[in-house]
């Protein structure tokens, strides 16, 4: 059964204790987020940062109020960074966890224009570089364990569990409390479904989360990377003939200099 992970915006206190532990169990590198303009620490997900408090400050009836949201790799039931590889480097695994395999990543980077989230990252400046994301602690999940940031959580903002139980969790929360949350379970059906669930007090576009359909988005990028291994043949092809082309005139030239050499 896939699992998921549930975030309760009303319960985070902000202490950023899931990005301590991410970067301490994927012994990510720490990054130097000084001078950035930006209150955000670090100010986005990158190669190195997995997972990350985002803080907005909202205007309501009761004045202004900090709400924290927890943003990483969504794990889509239906993802469409799968979709958009043209070599099968990410799958979508029994447990809800979408994993990446470096080892078949050709670094075209489709995943990161086709992921609706914009979380892919890429290695910039690695001399080999690769694209990083939450794994969803995978390597955990598979021991029966819950991620480290789940496990970090000190507040109860992070309930780990079967997906399906969590929806349910989520929507009685709702109904029992509909003064404290919006009627809005996302991740319930955007973009298909994701693993990875969200309550909160305020609507999510007002926290930054994009406003997606229920429609899953590989529909989108299926006739476009079914498309992309005819056009990169195609563009091999001409690669190639230009490459034969300039290596042939390099030897017609140097032929040509050793016979003016012997004249």
């Not at 950035?36 to 408090?53: F, I, Q, V, Y």
């Not at 930054?208 to 990377?225: N, T, Y």
């Not at 079914?226 to 390099?250: C, Q």
Request: contains cysteine; neutral net charge.
């Amino acid at each position: 059964m896939s699992k998921g992970v549930l975030f309760d915006a009303t319960k985070c206190i902000g202490c950023r204790a899931c990005q301590v532990a991410c970067k301490s169990w994927n012994e990510n590198r720490s990054e130097d987020t000084a001078n950035r303009g930006t209150a955000e620490n670090p100010p986005h997900l990158s190669a190195d940062t997995w997972t990350k408090m985002r803080f907005t400050e909202i205007e309501g009836k009761d004045g202004f109020q900090w709400v924290f949201t927890k943003l990483q790799c969504m794990h889509c039931e239906h993802p469409a960074c799968a979709t958009a590889c043209i070599v099968g480097a990410f799958e979508k695994t029994k447990e809800g966890a979408v994993v990446y395999d470096a080892k078949k990543c050709i670094g075209c980077r489709y995943c990161m224009v086709a992921c609706p989230f914009g979380v892919p990252a890429f290695e910039w400046d690695r001399p080999i570089p690769y694209i990083r994301k939450c794994t969803f602690c995978f390597d955990r999940l598979k021991g029966g364990m819950a991620p480290s940031c789940a496990t970090a959580c000190p507040s109860g903002a992070l309930s780990f569990g079967d997906r399906a139980e969590l929806l349910a969790e989520a929507k009685r929360r709702i109904e029992t409390a509909p003064a404290r949350y919006v009627p809005h379970v996302y991740g319930e059906k955007e973009a298909g479904g994701t693993c990875w669930l969200y309550i909160s007090s305020v609507p999510f576009e007002s926290v930054g989360f994009p406003k997606l359909g229920p429609e899953r988005m590989s529909v989108f990028s299926d006739p476009l990377m079914h498309a992309v291994p005819p056009v990169a043949v195609v563009v091999a092809g001409l690669m190639t003939g230009i490459y034969w082309f300039s290596k042939r005139r390099e030897k017609i030239a140097a032929h040509e200099d050793i016979s003016e050499e012997k004249e």
